[in-house]
T-cell receptor, first 112, second 114 residues
Framework: DQQVKQNSPSLSVQEGRISILNCDYT??????FLWYKKYPAEGPTFLISISSIKDKNEDGRFTVFLNKSAKHLSLHIVPSQPGDSAVYFC???????????FGKGTRLHILP | NAGVTQTPKFRVLKTGQSMTLLCAQD?????MYWYRQDPGMGLRLIHY???????AKGEVPDGYNVSRLKKQNFLLGLESAAPSQTSVYFCASSLKVPAYTEAFFGQGTRLTVV
């Protein structure tokens, strides 16, 4: 039973345009959401997070939106740059839980 | 600043052999985790630890054992390796409850079981 779903295995976006990566979750106890970025042959690195008390969090070119009623979050990257080509993992955790659950990831290709 | 270091980086095992993967962190983090990454499956939690001397099962614990005898080290053991355990293994650590602080990952161990 997959609790965090990233239904798009891959996404191609033109350089300079907006990249939108989507994530759905099923566990209503989740109240904190994170995005991690992973390059080949490296470990994932933290990108941005959002608490369920917010519906938006912004950090430079990266913005995460949370729609609690739809159990959906999205990561927006504007403008997309070549270095953004990577696998992006959506992750979630419940309050006081000791672990985070990851989705399957979305591979983002930024086209020149 | 080493962060999270995994040893070894690559290993080939024969079916039935045993091995231990070592994870070491120098950030004085309480929480440590072992994940495996498989094509199309994302990152799945194997076992984790919330402090020295503690361990707990994650999503896919079968076939693995762990120990956290020292705060800075988290060992993942395979007692009798199977081809299904061919994967890339990532260790991670975080200062406290992972929802409220980022987790730092090692570079991974690529394990092939033949």
């Amino acid at each position: 039973d997959q609790q965090v779903k990233q239904n798009s295995p891959s996404l191609s976006v033109q350089e300079g345009r907006i990249s939108i990566l989507n994530c759905d979750y099923t566990n209503s106890m989740f109240d904190y959401f994170l995005w991690y970025k992973k390059y080949p042959a490296e470990g994932p690195t933290f990108l941005i997070s959002i608490s369920s008390i917010k519906d938006k969090n912004e950090d430079g070119r990266f913005t995460v939106f949370l729609n609690k009623s739809a159990k959906h979050l999205s990561l927006h990257i504007v403008p997309s740059q070549p270095g953004d080509s990577a696998v992006y993992f959506c992750a979630a955790s419940a309050h006081r839980d000791d672990k985070i659950i990851f989705g399957k990831g979305t591979r983002l290709h930024i086209l020149p | 600043n080493a962060g999270v270091t995994q040893t070894p980086k690559f290993r080939v095992l024969k079916t039935g052999q045993s091995m231990t993967l070592l994870c070491a962190q120098d950030m004085n983090h309480e929480y440590m985790y072992w994940y495996r990454q498989d094509p199309g499956m994302g990152l799945r939690l194997i076992h984790y630890s919330v402090g020295e001397g503690t361990t707990a099962k994650g999503e896919v614990p079968d076939g693995y054992n762990v120990s956290r005898l020292k705060k800075q080290n988290f060992l993942l053991g395979l007692e009798s390796a199977a081809p299904s355990q061919t994967s890339v293994y990532f260790c991670a650590s975080s200062l406290k409850v992972p929802a409220y602080t980022e987790a730092f990952f090692g570079q991974g161990t690529r394990l092939t079981v033949v």
